[in-house]
């Protein structure tokens, strides 16, 4: 079985400053990490996905990701964030020959200031 | 290319009645998962169809219940609604070769009163 925590509930940010957002996982099987935005009121969008290869991953919108794997760790990160990128993400794991299935974190608030 | 879809976007029903939720899946893509999405949390995984076959469920009682036709399309079921009912139900799809990437539709928000 996999569990995701993400570190924090709410991270708010001044416009064009770095943000980093946690999420640590634990799992008996070597997984999939995935992130995920959800703008109100609407459905999930894909940022990124580690699936195997180079630990760093780069989404869209400028987003990244560092697969740690000591560590059960793939905090995201963008380097500037604009007030358009205000939005609740969603770290997510699937076990390898799992079939896709996603387990969630709670997710973190990203709440973007001018 | 089409992406998921899903019907109706909101819905009201009372304790004890039940619903039917619709999804389409992206072209392309033979597999449907659902999700329950509670107010404030993350969501969580109901079951997953492939081949119209359920291939997973997760922590849900029986009624909740779904169905995946020849097209891929695929149906939720609820009966006996609860008002912990209450939620946003979000359908995903997948193709069988990478089957582990999953693309959301913009969910069907109910409540049950």
């Known amino acids: 079985a996999q569990s995701v925590t993400q570190l924090d509930s709410q991270v708010p940010v001044f416009e064009e400053a770095p943000v980093e957002l946690r999420c640590n996982y634990s799992s008996s099987v070597s997984v999939y990490l995935f992130w995920y935005v959800q703008y109100p009121n609407q459905g999930l969008q894909l940022l990124l996905k580690y699936l195997s290869g180079s630990t760093l991953v780069k989404g869209i919108n400028g987003f990244e990701a560092e697969f740690n794997k000591s560590q059960t760790s793939f905090h995201l990160r963008k380097p500037s964030v604009h007030i358009s990128d205000t939005a609740e993400y969603f770290c997510a794991v699937s076990g390898y020959n799992q079939g896709g299935k996603l387990i969630f974190g709670q997710g973190t608030e990203l709440s973007v200031k001018p | 290319e089409t992406g998921v879809t899903q019907s109706p976007t909101h819905l009201i029903k009372t304790r004890g009645q039940q619903v039917t939720l619709r999804c389409s899946s992206q072209s392309g893509h033979n597999t449907v998962s659902w999700y329950q999405q509670a107010l404030g949390q993350g969501p969580q995984f109901i079951f997953q169809?492939?081949?119209?076959?359920?291939?997973g469920r997760g922590n849900f009682p029986p009624r909740f219940s779904g169905l995946q036709f020849p097209n891929y399309s695929s149906e939720l079921n609820v009966n006996a609604l609860e008002l912990d009912d209450s939620a946003l139900y979000l359908c995903?799809?997948?193709?069988?070769?990478?089957?582990?990437?999953?693309?959301f539709g913009p969910g069907t928000r109910l409540l049950v009163l």
């Open positions: 995903a799809s997948s193709s069988r070769d990478s089957q582990e990437t999953q693309y």
């Open positions: 169809y492939y081949r119209e076959e359920e291939n």
